[in-house]
């Protein structure tokens, strides 16, 4: 890992189209790069920008022609996301997720992306401004 404790930081606006996902993913993978971010460091960023950017498009919106903004700071010992969207308003940190199950046979298809954002963050925020949802996960 690197010693960098300089903060950079990406501001990007997409539309609620998957495949919008892989502009962001690129642009997060050359910052990750750059930071020299472990394996786990990047997973765990990987996983939280794809579920809350999937949920977004997935629950927030009825149509297409909708855009995501997406504020990252990342250093080489942590990362902020800020997602802005205007959609139906929902607060992650009011929902309970699912827990994890014992095993595949006992699993639900669905709602575990919840679960992990829960686990790997050391905080969530929400607050709903403008009519845009404001979720916040460090």
């Known amino acids: 890992p690197s010693h960098d404790t300089q903060s950079s930081n990406l501001h990007m606006r997409i539309q609620n189209s998957y495949a919008e996902i892989q502009k962001v993913t690129d642009a997060v993978s050359s910052l990750s790069k750059e930071k020299q971010l472990t ?3 990047a997973n765990d960023l990987f ?5 809350v950017i999937t949920n977004i498009i ?8 909708n855009f995501i903004d997406i504020e990252l700071e990342l250093s080489a010992k942590h990362f902020k996301f800020v997602f802005k969207d205007s959609g139906r308003p929902f607060n992650m940190t009011e ?10 046979e006992a699993a639900e298809i669905g709602g ?3 679960h992990f954002i ?5 905080s969530m925020g929400y607050h709903r401004t403008d009519e845009l949802n ?3 996960r460090k």
């Open 118 to 122: 829960q686990k790997i963050a050391t």
């Open 112 to 114: 575990l992306g919840l």
């Open 39 to 41: 394996k786990k460091q």
């Open 47 to 51: 996983l939280v920008l794809d579920e």
């Open 134 to 136: 404001i979720p916040l």
């Open 95 to 104: 929902t309970r997720s699912r827990e994890a199950v014992q095993s595949l």
């Open 58 to 65: 997935k629950f927030a919106y009825d149509k297409p022609g």
